[in-house]
């Protein structure tokens, strides 16, 4: 079914603005990455890539995106960021043969999150706590032999912050279980976390507190959004609910969802283990919606609604991920051929998929993805399916021209501007194996045919209220509606489509509130690089010169606030070095400071307005002579540009 008629959505007949309206667990998350992921325009830099994208996917609608894990992985600037070593560098570290990672620098790591926020986007990174990778040899350790982490610091090459031994790790004498999901080998090392209070020994407790205490500096580091988090399965569900409380507060309010490979009453039992602190991505119902796709018309739609999770507070519905499509083509297959329509062999799963790849092409997703936004969650759309992403393009897309899919441009139109998750949900209609209709309670009614023949026809209760006109907001041949005196209308929805009908005079495109980042920079020497080859980050704060946190990204004409605290009274100064023409980072010419008193609870501040967008580098050092080097630490606040042509 064709559904080119909806390049207006985009731009064309922008008439009614606004806010989005659905609550903070019916976000729309766009998963910003595929396996392998990378774009030759932008060498080493995805971040930059996504920066440049973070327009288009303002218009379309999404809420926030999903970035892979930023800590270096073992395989430097090939890893992808699941083979973690050090979460503690975010690429600015000289380790594993690079200092930025595969997907960029800490810079533009930095500047990424604060584009996002120009734009009114989240960003939700992956954070891996199940393992690390990559160790030196110690021939004490039992097992694997390459379980000794001793990180870079800004001190030297071993005084690295959370540095690890064997005894960290399973099997160790405290806790000797090298098997089943929590103590097994799923990759490297595997982090042991049971502790005293859970009944392990000491060694786990000391992974727990450094891991929380890990999350609280990232999050104040980056200021990300959210988190999407690795492999919870293989750890104990009390280290999320843990960190989280320790990284976000008491609330709950925010995008967190697990990789639980499992059935529905387990993402439950596990998502009540967090306490809700996070949610899961539904598995059982992607295990629905895969069946229906593949099912060339057979499938029971009828079932459909009882495949999802119960615990659907941070649930998040979604089709494909770069677990279940690791192809350069929808199918993945290692040996599939390089057509993207060639259908022969088994092309749905290869030996790297945990599970059969959908195809976004198969008209039956357009229906699987406007099953997965009408139900409870916050659904994730995939690089691979909103983009056509695939041809001689691949690594050299450009973001303002690549290819989307119309079908899931229109369903997340929808799913915003109709506010789906505003509303209760309720099944209208599920008396037929191929018809099934969803009602968002007086926001939208959603018909979705599995037929692969037939128009199917049924009347419904609505509360949408009497003699009510219903727009057809899809391309789909079903026509407008209209209630009857009691409320119930009759839906038509075609063959191996979708149709969705709301209230009429809904039009328009997106403006989500800009707003500023605030970033820290924790100074102390087990953190950043003090070598050459490396920008020179971190340590702590002294009287000989300069130490620098690191830079940021911020837009002409507006103001910069920098806090200078320190963990005892200090007269200190502030020193914010101003990008040169071009933005790039300056650091002997060109300065903004401030010279004052510093304490652990009264900051030194520095604001004032910048005069070109760029890098800013942010600097300080104690005042006084004879000073004994501190800890410290520079919070700044700051907007950075939605655009640029300077990145």
Not at 43 to 47: A, G
Not at 259 to 287: H, I, K, P, Y
Not at 552 to 557: D, E, L, S
């Given at each position: 079914?064709?559904k ?13 603005h ?24 932008y ?5 930059t ?12 609608g ?7 894990s930023?800590?270096?992985g ?167 609910e ?58 029971d ?28 083509f929808?199918d993945?297959?290692?040996?599939s ?214 830079a ?6 507006t ?7 320190t ?81």
């Open positions: 079914m064709q080119s008629i909806y390049f207006w959505l985009l731009g064309l007949l922008f008439i009614s606004g806010v989005l309206a659905n609550p903070w667990n019916g976000k729309v998350v766009f998963q910003g990455f595929w396996w392998g992921a990378e774009n030759q325009n060498p080493q830099d995805w971040y890539y996504l920066a440049k994208l973070a327009p288009r996917l303002r218009d379309m999404f809420d926030g995106i999903w970035i892979p930023p800590s270096k073992w395989q430097g600037s090939n890893d992808m960021g699941y083979g973690i070593y050090d979460h503690y560098d975010l690429g600015d570290k000289n380790q594993k043969n690079t200092v930025a990672t595969r997907f960029g620098s800490k810079d533009s790591l930095l500047r990424f999150i604060a584009v996002a926020h120009a734009n009114g986007l989240d960003v939700y990174p992956d954070v891996v706590l199940n393992h690390v990778i990559g160790g030196d040899f110690d021939t004490n350790a039992p097992g694997d032999k390459y379980k000794k982490f001793r990180l870079v610091g800004y001190a030297g090459q071993q005084s690295g912050r959370w540095p690890k031994d064997h005894w960290n790790f399973h099997p160790n004498p405290d806790h000797d279980c090298n098997s089943g999901d929590i103590c097994g080998t799923l990759l490297g090392a595997d982090i042991c976390f049971l502790g005293n209070q859970q009944g392990g020994g000491g060694n786990g407790q000391y992974m727990l507190d450094k891991a929380r205490e890990w999350l609280v500096w990232f999050k104040k580091q980056t200021d990300a959004d959210g988190f999407r988090l690795d492999a919870v399965k293989h750890f104990p569900a009390f280290v999320v843990d960190v989280l409380y320790n990284a976000m507060g008491p609330g709950n309010n925010y995008f967190c969802a697990g990789e639980f490979v499992s059935g529905a009453n387990q993402l439950d039992q596990w998502a009540d283990a967090t306490q809700n602190r996070c949610g899961t991505f539904d598995f059982s119902l992607r295990n629905g919606l895969a069946a229906m796709v593949d099912g060339g018309g057979f499938f739609m009828s079932s459909l609604p009882d495949m999802q999770q119960k615990n659907r507070l941070k649930t998040s519905p979604f089709l494909n991920n770069h677990d279940t499509w690791k192809g350069a929808w993945s297959a290692t040996t051929s390089t057509q993207h329509d060639d259908r022969s062999g088994d092309w749905r799963q290869s030996n790297d998929e945990i599970l059969p790849t959908i195809d976004p092409d198969n008209p039956r997703s357009q229906i699987a993805y406007a099953a997965a936004f009408s139900v409870d969650g916050s659904p994730t759309v995939y690089f691979e399916d909103l983009f056509v992403n695939y041809g001689p393009n691949r690594f050299k897309a450009d973001p303002a021209a690549i290819a989307a899919r119309d079908y899931l441009v229109n369903i997340i139109w929808a799913h915003q501007k109709l506010d789906f998750k505003d509303a209760a949900y309720k099944v209208r209609y599920r008396n037929s194996a191929d018809l099934l209709v969803i009602e968002r309670s007086g926001k939208a009614l959603i018909g979705l045919n599995d037929s692969g023949t037939e128009t199917l026809n049924a009347w419904v209760q609505t509360d949408f209220g009497t003699q009510v006109t219903l727009h057809n907001y899809t391309a789909s041949d079903s026509g407008d509606l209209r209630t009857n005196q009691d409320g119930w209308v009759q839906v038509s929805v075609p063959p191996m489509s979708y149709a969705i009908w709301a209230p009429t005079g809904v039009v328009g495109g997106f403006a989500p509130a800009s707003r500023r980042t605030t970033q820290e920079f924790q100074m102390d020497d087990d953190l950043g690089d003090s070598s050459p080859n490396s920008p020179g980050y971190g340590g702590k704060l002294c009287s000989g010169g300069l130490r620098t946190g690191g940021v990204w911020a837009a002409a004409n103001n910069i606030k920098v806090e200078l605290y963990e005892s009274q200090q007269n200190a100064e502030i020193s914010v070095f101003l990008p040169d023409n071009n933005g790039q980072p300056q650091t002997t010419q060109g300065s903004q400071t401030q010279q004052g008193n510093a304490t652990n609870s009264s900051p030194l501040t520095l604001a004032f307005n910048t005069d070109r967008e760029g890098y800013h580098r942010i600097s300080a050092h104690l005042s006084g002579s004879n000073s004994a080097c501190v800890k410290g630490f520079l919070k700044v606040n700051y907007q950075a540009p939605s655009t640029s042509d300077k990145f």
